[in-house]
């Protein structure tokens, strides 16, 4: 059979083998090269992700194939991660604009936010803090879940706030979400303090050494997002030092440091961390509440 001849599954099960072939790196979404063809095929050819299967009988005419075949050089060859080529990824359920500037969604606190971070906060929080936003998939999701939640979002990056202003006009949620320009804490308004009943962050945590062997998908991802020092803690032993100020009364402060949890634990081998579990797998999250950072201070100062 011709490649003209092909209809959208086999064209799919084409795609598949030659991902499969050039041994790719998954991890932007996708676990699987079937998952991985169908992502790359669909977005490129303007098909929703969700689109009834009577789709895969269509054909797939010259003209189609040739766009695929752009991004599949650029997918196999450049190692670029599909939400790059689409511009788009998805996370707790929600469509995000993406760029190089930020992070591509993946984080395992999508559970939590689909669950209103019960039963980890007493109540649902009131007023939440995006800490090292990126595209802000983080805070905005968590605003479309929490409908009475007012959300902050902070990063230092301009770019990466560029891209959430982007997300929060298309969803619309303007009126309670802000962003803020900010070294972690340094430039949030002093009415800001002791204001947060939830403090969330997937910050730069990767190691020295984990940064030299990322495959090459990740390096397309922005470094300032990522490495974070030796050991991987810099920035996390800032929000140790920095975060309890910010929180409520009552206040919880979740952050992910997926591999570097091993160091977190050896520098603070005195700290209770309470480190969640997810159905749909993750690990590295870790929860404290303001009551713990309060006894422990003096093992978080700089």
Partial sequence: MTDDQLNLQQYLQDTAQQLEEAQVYLGHGTDNYWDEAVH???SCLGIPL????????QPVDGE?????????VQRIEQRV???YLSGEAWFAGVPFAVNRDVLIPRSPLAELIEQDFAPW???PPRRVLDMCCGSGCIGIATALYLPESQVDLADLSVSALEVAQQNI?????AQRVTTFESDLFAALPQDRLGSYDLIVSNPPYVDAQDMADLPAEYRHEPGLALASGEDGLDCVRRLLAEAGRFLSENGVLIVE??????ALERAFPRVPFVWLEFARGGHGVFLLTNKDLAQYREHFAL
């Fill in 40 to 42: 790359l095929v669909l």
């Fill in 121 to 123: 906060c007493m109540e």
């Fill in 257 to 262: 440091v997926g591999n570097s949890w091993v």
């Fill in 50 to 57: 969700d689109a009834d299967t009577a789709v895969l009988e």
């Fill in 64 to 72: 189609q194939q040739t766009r695929v075949k752009t991004w599949l």
């Fill in 81 to 83: 991660p599909v939400p």
């Fill in 169 to 173: 006009q298309r969803h619309n949620v």
